[in-house]
Structures are given as C-alpha cells and as structure tokens.
C-alpha cells in the first residue's frame, strides 16, 4: 500500500516534471523564431559571395554578376533589402557563414560536393557545370590526368577542383599541384594566360565569363562529370530559409527568368564558339581602338550607347573599314548604297562616316517602330530591321500575330522570321521573299558582344580608350580586366 502510494507521489512527480519539461520546451519552441522569421523581422538578407566575374562586380552601372542578380531577385520577392559581404577565401566564406551575426546566405557559384556537406546546407541546384583543365595554346594539349604529371598546377584553396585533384592524386602520387588563398579564378587564367603557371582548373561557366580577357587560354579536358551549383546556409540552420530558396529557384526555372539569365551571362561562348569568344578578345585589343573614338562621339551624337553600336560594327564586319560582301554591302557598318545615300554618307569605306551612317540608321529604324513595342525588345526590333529592312520586319510581326503569338515580343517574333524564307509564308506576305534567319542570327550576336563589351568597358576605362600599348588597366597586361573591388 505504502510503496504503492509512494511509487504513486513519485510518479505523478515524475510525470508534472515531464509536463513542465515538455511545456518549457514547447513554448520556447513557439518563441524562438525560424530562420526566416528572424531575417524577415530584421528586413535585411544579408549575403556572401565571392568577387568576380561570374559571381559579384561593380561596373559602370554599379553592382552585377550572375550570381548577384540572382539573388537580388529572390531578395526582392522576399521584400528584404540585399546586403552583400565578399569572402577573401572559399575558407572564409564557409567560416562566415558559421558566425552567429554572419551573412544567411552564400550565393556564390558554390559546387554542393559531398566534402562540404560538414560545412553547408545545399540548395536545389540552379546551374549545371562541368570542371575544365584550362592550358595555354601554344603548349601540348592535355588529353587527360595522366598529362597532368609534371605539370605546374595552382588552384583555389578550399575549392571543389582542390578536392578533385586530392582525389587524383591518390590514383596518381607523383601528380603535384598548389593550393592559393590570395587568388581568384581570372587571376588562375591570367597565370595560365601569361605562362605563369601550366595547368588551373575552372568551371566551365567561369570560363565562359573570362574566355574573352584570355584568348590565350584553352580546355585540355573536361575533368569529370558535370557538377551543380547551389546556394548554401549554415549547416546548423533550420530549413525555412532554404525552402524558400528552393522554391524561389523553381519559380525562375519554371518561367524562363533563370535560363535568361544564364544565356545572358554564359550564354556567350553557346553563340560565338570558344574561337569566337577568343577572336573577339584578340580583336578587342587589336582593332577596336582604332574606331571606338568614333563608336563613343557618333553614340553620344544620337544618344544611343557607344557599345550596342561597336556590337553592330564587329557582327557586321568584325571593325574592318574595307568590308565587302556579295552584294555590294560596304565598309565597317555594311550599308548598301541606298542606306548611305539616304543617311548622307559619301564613301562607305570611311570607317567614320561609316559609323555615323550606322548610328542614324539605326536610330531612324527605332523610330519607324510602333510605340507598343517596348525596351528592351525595342533594340531588338530595331537590330532585326537594321538586317532585314523594316519592311520585312512588320512582314513577320503580322505572321507572328496571325501565330497567336505576341507580335512586340522579340521571343515570339525571332521564332516567326525564318519562315520569310519559305514560298508557303513569305506568298502571304507584302515584302515577300526574305532570309529571314540572318536578322535572327545577326540580333543574338550583337547581343553577346554587347554585353562582353558592358563587362569590359568598367568605369575606370570610361573616357580612355582601348589605345594600344596603353597600361590603364590595373594589375594585368594591355588587356581589359574583370574589376576586382576587393582583392582576393
Ligand atoms: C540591309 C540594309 C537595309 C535594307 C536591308 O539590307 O543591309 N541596312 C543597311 O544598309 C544598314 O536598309 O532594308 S531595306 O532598305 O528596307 O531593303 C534589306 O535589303 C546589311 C544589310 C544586309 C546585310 N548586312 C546590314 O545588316 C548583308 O550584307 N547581307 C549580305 C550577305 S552576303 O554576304 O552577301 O550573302
């Protein structure tokens, strides 16, 4: 009876000691905010990313980058205001992102390797890319890990290829490479580049960003499989921030948001082909500043941007004055003789005149456009008529709306084109036969050298010119550079 009791008390103690327990723990359960709770209260996402072309920059426009841009968006639909923080080392980076009043969030072309998992929690992936052994021309192309004995090899410290080459070298001991924590992957390729180094690793979509500052550098191979890159939060957070980016990164995969912004930025060497990519640096250094004295007063003189006409003139006849094609198209612009004429050039050889026949027909062709066609397809619009004649143009804007389709939209519109080449379409139409597909190609390539031109014309270079021989560029050759706002 007594032990009975007494187990009874003792229980019954036990059980309101849980109870209380339990309490105690539910309401600081109810009390302690999520992580995104604490980040919406505070108003601010706070972010680290790394500084460099294919993440974070400044140019004349202020703050950009692939990764920047994103995460701006998803700042935006959060309603927070975006704080950026640049890590000196991926080690940073990670270590930061521990601290208690540290940066939520990484947004910084980070690869989710099984090696970070101690480290970070992972996102979904937003970007798939593959690990490139980059050399310079002119060296015996590596065909595989086997070339890469002997070899000078330098990496990011702390990085995914790190990780890959202390894998290797397993299977390979005498395979040697360093590991840097004051560099950053353009300083990698400049190294590769000037022969500094033999051997870096870099992800494809970095190389594609830097392709155009190196042309002297190449892809041996492909080192391994195609890898993802995710954004990261401490590992010891709880999920509501990551599900909201998870959700978040569906949303721009689902309405085309994230692949425009991959074109835009990747999408380059897609375009022009790596030989592309690099005969255009070659020619940036090399023919542009003879001419862009003459892009930069004819721009200012119509009050169109400098580069968006430079993009003209290299698609049209890659900045050489003497340009001829089979029909009788001359000089840097490529007028025919109608347009010259009627835009008062004399001599369409003149790299000048040519110019400036160019910028007012390309202004002129802006105008003819209907108001409803808005930037930035306007541009657009205005490039296709420059190709094609705007007489065409409106050809095609009637077959895309007879489509159904949206005839002010350049997406919708670049799809209808081609098919003034076909007797079945253009029979319909007022103008008649056009190769349709040319002002499509000729719009997509204007377009990846007007934004390697954005990248790199930075505000230091704005009123200097690409003038041979001239070192404005700070911390590398003649060529222009990605800027660096923090060094790395
Ligand atoms: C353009 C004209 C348009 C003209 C179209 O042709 O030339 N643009 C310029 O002169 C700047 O004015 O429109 S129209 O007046 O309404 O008929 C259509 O005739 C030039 C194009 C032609 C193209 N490049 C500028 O983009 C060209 O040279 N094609 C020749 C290719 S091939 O090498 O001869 O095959």
């Not at 979904?124 to 050399?135: A, G, K, W």
């Not at 560099?183 to 992800?203: A, P």
């Not at 790299?351 to 007012?360: E, L, M, R, T, Y």
């Amino acid at each position: 009876m007594f032990a009975q009791s007494v187990f009874r008390t003792r229980c019954a103690g036990w059980l309101s000691a849980i109870g209380i327990l339990l309490l105690l723990s539910g309401c600081a359960e109810e009390t302690k905010p999520s992580t995104l709770e604490r980040i919406q209260a505070e108003g601010t996402l706070r972010v680290i990313t790394r500084n460099s072309p294919a993440t974070y920059f400044e140019d004349r426009n202020g703050e950009t980058g692939f990764e920047y841009e994103l995460v701006k968006r998803f700042a935006e639909d959060l309603g927070l205001k975006l704080e950026i923080q640049t890590a000196d080392s991926l080690d940073d980076l990670f270590s930061s992102l521990k601290k208690p009043d540290g940066p939520v969030l990484a947004a910084a072309g980070l690869v989710s390797t099984p090696g970070r998992s101690q480290s970070a929690l992972f996102s979904d992936e937003y970007l798939q890319v593959t690990p490139q052994v980059i050399y310079r021309n002119g060296q015996r192309r590596p065909t595989g890990p086997e070339d890469l004995i002997g070899k000078r090899i330098l990496v990011l410290k702390g990085s995914s290829h790190a990780e890959q080459l202390a894998a290797l070298k397993l299977q390979y001991p005498e395979l040697n490479y360093e590991e840097s924590a004051a560099v950053e992957v353009v300083d990698l390729l400049r190294m590769v580049d000037e022969g500094q180094i033999d051997i870096t690793l870099v992800d494809s979509n970095e190389l594609a960003m830097n392709q155009v500052y190196f042309p002297n550098v190449r892809v041996g191979f492909d080192i391994g499989e195609a890898q993802k890159l995710a954004w990261a939060v401490a590992p010891g957070e709880d999920h509501s921030l990551l599900d909201e980016v998870n959700a978040f990164l569906k949303r721009a995969k689902d309405n085309g948001s994230l692949q425009r912004l991959k074109d835009r930025y990747y999408g380059h060497v897609d375009v022009l082909g790596y030989v592309g990519a690099y005969t255009f640096a070659q020619h940036l250094q090399q023919r542009l500043p003879r001419y862009e004295k003459f892009f930069r007063d004819a721009a200012q003189a119509h009050k169109i941007d400098w580069r968006l006409l430079a993009a003209i003139g290299y698609q049209e006849s890659l900045w050489q004055p003497g340009a001829t094609s089979k029909t009788g198209v001359r000089g840097l612009m490529m007028l025919t003789l109608r347009t010259a004429q009627a835009m008062g050039v004399s001599n369409r050889l003149d790299p000048k005149q040519s110019i400036v026949g160019g910028a007012k027909y390309i202004v002129y062709m802006k105008e003819q456009l209907p108001e409803s066609i808005q930037e930035p397809d306007r541009t657009w619009f205005a490039l296709a008529a420059y190709n094609v004649g705007s007489g065409h143009l409106e050809d095609a804007r009637k077959l895309t709306k007879a489509e159904g389709l949206n005839p002010d939209k350049w997406l919708d519109v670049q799809k209808i084109l081609p098919r003034l080449a076909q007797k079945q379409w253009f029979s319909k139409t007022r103008y008649g036969y056009a190769r349709g597909g040319e002002p499509v190609h000729f719009v997509r390539n204007i377009r990846r050298y007007y934004d390697i031109l954005t990248w790199v014309t930075q505000p230091q270079l704005e009123g200097t010119q690409f003038a041979e021989g001239n070192q404005h560029v700070p911390g590398i050759d003649k060529r222009p550079q990605p800027p660096q706002t923090t060094p790395l």
